[in-house]
């Protein structure tokens, strides 16, 4: 079976940080590009970060620039999302999603395979 799974959400005050993971098991992510989405109650998914499928490109949005960073480990068949300096407006659910191919995308139906989220709060 072929799945993402999220892990590293939780609670953090403003300033601080959080490592998001995405694992994949059933597949190989050596091919595959993978996305960080998030989505805020009542706004629409919005891309975050991306990684190439040899990781030699990322894309951050314009809201984390800076902030955070997105990285692979093609041997543990994983994926991580850094996130230093959060803002209460980075609270949301958080999605990992994999694309077969190369390069960057920011568009959710590009993505072949989703996880179920992971819940990032950033509040005092």
């Known amino acids: 079976q072929l799945q993402l799974v999220e892990s590293g959400g939780g609670l953090v005050q403003p300033g601080g940080s959080l490592r998001l993971s995405c694992a994949a098991s059933?597949?190989?992510?050596?091919?595959?590009?993978i996305g960080w989405f998030r989505q805020a109650p009542g706004k629409e998914r919005e891309g975050v970060s991306c990684i190439s499928s040899v990781g030699d490109i990322t894309i951050n949005a314009h809201s984390v620039k800076g902030r955070f960073t997105i990285a692979r480990d093609n041997a543990k068949n994983t994926v991580y999302l850094q996130m230093n300096s959060l803002k209460p407006e980075d609270t949301a659910v958080y999605f990992c999603a994999a694309d077969y191919g190369y390069d960057c995308s920011a568009v959710a139906h590009e993505y072949d395979y989703w996880g179920q989220g992971t819940q990032v709060t950033v509040s005092s």
């Open positions: 059933g597949f190989s992510l050596d091919y595959y590009v």
